[in-house]
């Protein structure tokens, strides 16, 4: 207390400011570093969003930071009370932000990883990360993703990135490889069959294109 005491307004002004600025940072890093592991159109509404949330939690923690540090100061109880509630608001959504942004970047990441446990993949269908349905996408495209969670993506309206996604895993059953190939939409047709072309069931010769670009299942001999 006493060293408040000998802090003039422009140096409680500071505190305040590098204080504030070191919370709203840490959030707007997080949030922006997911940017990094997603290619996406959206990372660019994300950085904005991150900079102007951020910007505004910096400016109003360090205006309550500082009145907060006054009414210590010049023994104001119960501002000081009302003021420190605020304070911890504003430290209590950043600190959430931040657990949002640290579950989010674990779950992109796990969806990806083949090394994930199959549980932890069925755990993570649907999860929202800000980035459209990239998980979904991701699980749909890993390898260890179990054949009944690669079934219920099939079809699914709007996913056309997780169909599209289903088309060059191995391990997506030979029915809807064959449905996929169906596909009549112009618009993402070219991009499910190109997805078909680099699947190993295509290139070892287990599911083949007829001259439709349907694909068939290659006739064994008994």
Known sequence: MEFLKKLNKIQIALIAIVFSFAIAFTKYKLEVNLTNIVVDAQAGIVVVFAFITSTILWVLLALSNYKLIRAFIDGERSKAIVLGI???????????????????????????????????????????????YEVDNRIASNPSTPIDVLESFYGIEGQIGTDIRLASNSHTPNHILIGLSKRSDKLWREHILESLKRNPKVKGNELYFDTDMVLQETKRAD
């Open 86 to 132: 605020v304070v911890a608001v504003f430290t209590s959504l950043a600190a959430y932000s931040v657990a949002g942004s640290v579950e989010k970047r674990r779950a992109l990441l796990d969806s990806k990883d083949p090394q994930t446990v199959p549980q932890r993949l069925r755990d993570l269908v649907g999860y929202q990360s800000g980035f459209g």
